[in-house]
Nanobody, 121 residues
Framework: QVQLVESGGGLVQAGGSLRLSCAAS????????MGWYRQAPGKQRVLVAA???????NYADSVKGRFTISRDNAKNTVYLQMNSLKPEDTAVYYC???????????????WGKGTLVTVSS
């Protein structure tokens, strides 16, 4: 079984910064894709940023230039550095691991339980 545990959420004023971390643990051979999604109250969950095992990144237009995603493949950990935060960034942020290979399986997708980020104006 694979678990994703997020940390680093909290309350911050507009213009401030936060760094989210997500560590994957369990029977893992490899993780091809890792990313962060967010879900604001009353809205759908949407992609914020993603990174492949080779380092290719993808960002939502709304966070380009403000957020940076990175990962440590050896630690199966992904990070999201969030700068210049805005009230509209307020949401629950979910970690995602895609195309995970383990004993007897591959192509699996896993989600963390989420961490709340609140940006006050």
């Amino acid at each position: 079984q694979v678990q994703l545990v997020e940390s680093g959420g909290g309350l911050v004023q507009a213009g401030g910064s936060l760094r989210l971390s997500c560590a994957a643990s369990g029977n893992i051979y490899s993780i091809r894709d890792m990313g962060w999604y967010r879900q604001a109250p009353g809205k759908q969950r949407v992609l914020v940023a993603a990174i492949s095992s080779g380092g290719r990144t993808n960002y939502a237009d709304s966070v380009k230039g403000r957020f940076t995603i990175s990962r440590d493949n050896a630690k199966n950990t992904v990070y999201l550095q969030m700068n210049s935060l805005k009230p509209e960034d307020t949401a629950v942020y979910y970690c995602n691991a895609g195309n995970v290979a383990g004993p007897g399986n591959y192509g699996m997708t896993y989600w963390g339980k989420g961490t709340l980020v609140t940006v006050s104006s």
